[in-house]
């Protein structure tokens, strides 16, 4: 799964400007041709709680059948105090200093906020998980680490059953359960990165004691449970953690130096702080006009969708996914930063990204990582090649969002679309591609034939995030249209994905100072 940045010749200003207004005209038009067929909802009669009241002085309902935004901003705003106490207090202790203490003070942060979140019951579960997992795979080979893992995942899944015995015997209403199992997820990653790197720091510095064993313990558990990533992310691999915290030597002894926090530092969380806030009020504005999120339940509204609006609706299903992660990851990073913590970005905006592999570098940088470190880069150097490799980075994503039908086709399609781009370059790396184009193509055209090839992949990488989310009934609908729909329908659309491609490719030019 790696990733290759593309250095292209860069077209003529009008041709990049005509794609540019190409593809943004595409695109707010078919957000106007979803706003449309979103009077269906208007007189309808919604047994599912699908919409709300909405603004008092914009007169119309909202949409809120979104778990995930619906759940996710009122924790992000429990969160506020705990954030700020977690940090006051973190703030003294890194002036005295005092490792130990800070982790110490790490952990009752995040056991506190659970607490008071999920109840005790539920704040035991995500102690123990870490807990018996550090214990269970402390200095042991990659392999026992991964399988004993694995295992976790599984029976995570198990856990997540709604309504199952699980949530029954914690006394966990669904809000509940829904946060815990979330938290799970999130623990099982940091435990397999604190599993794999703790070994190593353990082997590259010779401990061997018990004292070391101990300490250990403590600081899994207060990267297992950091607080201001617990339960939404972004990943940050263990390492990574270790080093922003303290540098790695004789038992995590040595202590970086201490530094007040900069008026221009606060003033770039303040001005952040706004600009995340203006997303949440964006999206939810927008949520008065667009029931995109309500009309992927119903399939059948979805079916007599025309082309301009179904594509659309895919549009807009994907631009509220990615604020979603923009608002809970950038805010999270912000939040890491005032620690001196180095956390994952935001993702990039998927409209401007044409190729599988940057969509998986650039949307969740903090997963990219942990495949390409703890599962991609060990099977190569196991001399395993690189499909095989990929191929079981895959299988993990799978596993680890949930093993459903509609998971299953989307890690599947993007698996198959991601080897398919790899093979591609390949091609065209290889000698007799080169000579075609030296001799019979001047760069522009090479570019230009690269786009033309690259658009119908780009529609297999978007229906497949539909599948995502939105299941696999509405994936199965852009599949059959995709195929079934009159011909010069299709055309279009592979034309405003071609000019996608170009606005994507004269973004990336622009960002790595080609132009």
Same mark, same amino acid.
């Given at each position: ?99 130990? /203490?800070?982790?110490?003070?790490? #952990? %009752?942060? &995040?056991?506190?906020? *659970? ?5 005790? +019951?539920? !704040? =035991? ?33 198990? /856990?997540?059953?709604?309504?199952? #015995? %699980?949530? &029954?015997?914690?006394? *966990? ?5 829904? +946060?815990? !199992? =979330? ?46 990533? *617990? ?5 940050? +691999? ?278």
């Amino acid at each position: 799964m790696t990733a290759v940045t593309n250095r292209v010749t860069n077209l003529p200003r009008c041709e990049s400007l005509f794609y540019f207004f190409c593809w943004t005209s595409a695109v707010f038009y078919s957000i106007y041709k979803v706003s449309l067929f979103s009077t269906y909802f208007n007189d309808y009669h919604d047994i599912y709680n699908d919409f709300s009241q909405g603004w008092i002085w914009l007169g119309r309902k909202q949409d809120v059948s979104d778990q995930e935004w619906n759940t996710w901003m009122p924790l992000i705003v429990r969160l506020m105090p705990w954030i700020f106490l977690h940090h006051s207090v973190s703030y003294i202790i890194k002036a005295l200093p005092n490792t130990m /203490l800070l982790c110490y003070w790490y #952990i %009752f942060t &995040s056991v506190s906020f *659970l607490y008071f979140s999920i109840g005790i +019951l539920g !704040t =035991l579960c995500a102690l123990i998980q870490p807990s018996i997992l550090y214990i269970l795979t402390y200095k042991h080979k990659d392999h026992i680490i991964w399988f004993i893992n694995t295992l976790f995942l599984f029976l995570i899944h198990f /856990l997540k059953i709604r309504d199952g #015995i %699980f949530q &029954s015997m914690l006394q *966990l209403n669904d809000e509940e359960h829904y +946060l815990l !199992t =979330l938290t799970m997820c999130w623990i099982q990653l940091r435990s397999i990165s604190c599993s794999i790197d703790n070994k190593q720091i353990s082997v590259d510095n010779n401990y061997t004691d018990t004292s070391y064993f101990i300490k250990g313990f403590l600081w899994a558990l207060a990267y297992s449970l950091y607080l201001p990533t *617990l339960q939404l992310g972004p990943l940050i +691999l263990y390492h990574d953690f270790i080093d922003s915290v303290c540098k790695m030597c004789k038992l995590l002894q040595i202590k970086k130096p201490f530094q007040a926090w900069k008026l221009a530092e606060l003033g770039y969380f303040a001005l952040n702080l706004i600009r995340y806030t203006f997303w949440i009020l964006f999206a939810n504005f927008f949520l008065h006009f667009l029931y995109f999120n309500a009309m992927h339940y119903h399939p059948k509204v979805v079916e007599d969708l025309n082309p301009w609006a179904l594509y659309g609706l895919g549009y807009c299903m994907g631009q509220f996914f990615l604020i979603k992660y923009v608002v809970v990851y950038g805010l999270n990073h912000i939040v890491c930063a005032i620690d001196r913590i180095k956390a994952p970005s935001q993702p990039k905006c998927v409209a401007r990204i044409h190729l599988y592999s940057d969509m998986w570098k650039y949307f969740d940088e903090g997963l990219y990582k942990f495949l390409i470190r703890y599962i991609y880069t060990p099977l190569l150097k196991s001399n395993f090649n690189k499909l095989f490799a990929s191929f079981l980075c895959f299988i993990f994503v799978f596993v680890w969002h949930g093993m459903q039908i509609n998971i299953f086709i989307w890690a599947f399609l993007n698996f198959i679309g991601l080897n398919i781009e790899n093979l591609t370059k390949l091609i065209e790396k290889s000698k007799y591609c080169i000579n075609i184009r030296e001799k019979y193509m001047s760069p522009i055209s090479a570019r230009r034939i690269h786009c033309v090839l690259t658009s119908p992949l780009l529609a297999m990488s978007v229906i497949s995030n539909f599948y995502f989310f939105a299941g696999e009934e509405v994936g199965y609908i852009y599949i059959y249209r995709i195929f079934h729909d009159i011909w010069y329908s299709t055309l279009i659309l592979l034309y405003f994905l071609y000019c996608c491609c170009q606005v994507s490719i004269d973004l990336k030019n622009w960002e790595s100072k080609e132009f």
